[in-house]
């Protein structure tokens, strides 16, 4: 269940806190297979498991830009901020890959408010999203995203 704000502005007073967690999804050789067409990254530990189970991996994982897309998947999941008019996609900080996707796994995102600012018009909210597969300590994506909110007027 997503944590709710009734409006940008209390995203300021919520600094520090941690927002929650979104389901689990597996990631499908199907799904590698997609980014990688759209990508035309195909690179063989990517896509060709045959190959990439005698790799450094034992068989096949996701693309590190297909784990950090997938923050665009999970945040709404996990947080909602309503009486807006709009909210934008405003860019991103500290990308990081500690650990691989490998096929088959299933991973979900925890988000943290890091940082919310007013801007002209609306709120910027900096949320640090951790992607992990099930079960792993280590996170497979951290990333810190910027998003604009502007209310209704």
Avoid at 40 to 68: C, M, N
Avoid at 111 to 129: P, S
Wanted: hydrophobic letters at 40%; charged letters at 25%.
């Amino acid at each position: 269940m997503a944590t709710v704000f009734e409006s940008p502005r209390e995203l300021l007073d919520n600094v520090g806190k941690h927002l929650g967690y979104s389901d689990f999804l597996e990631i499908t050789q199907e799904r590698i297979n997609l980014f990688a067409d759209a990508t035309g990254d195909h690179q063989w530990i990517h896509v060709d498991p045959e190959r990439a189970a005698s790799g450094p991996f034992g068989k096949p994982i996701a693309h590190g830009y297909l784990t950090l897309s997938l923050a665009s998947y999970f945040l709404p999941r996990i947080v909602e901020v309503r009486n807006i008019s709009m909210g934008v996609n405003y860019g991103m900080d500290k990308v990081r890959f500690p650990a691989p996707v490998p096929v088959g796994s299933k991973i979900r995102a925890g988000a943290e408010l890091v940082k919310a600012e007013e801007v002209k018009g609306g709120v910027q909210a900096t949320i640090r999203v951790s992607i992990t597969i099930e079960g792993a300590e280590r996170p497979s994506c951290v990333v810190d995203t910027i998003s604009r909110y502007f209310p209704k007027e």
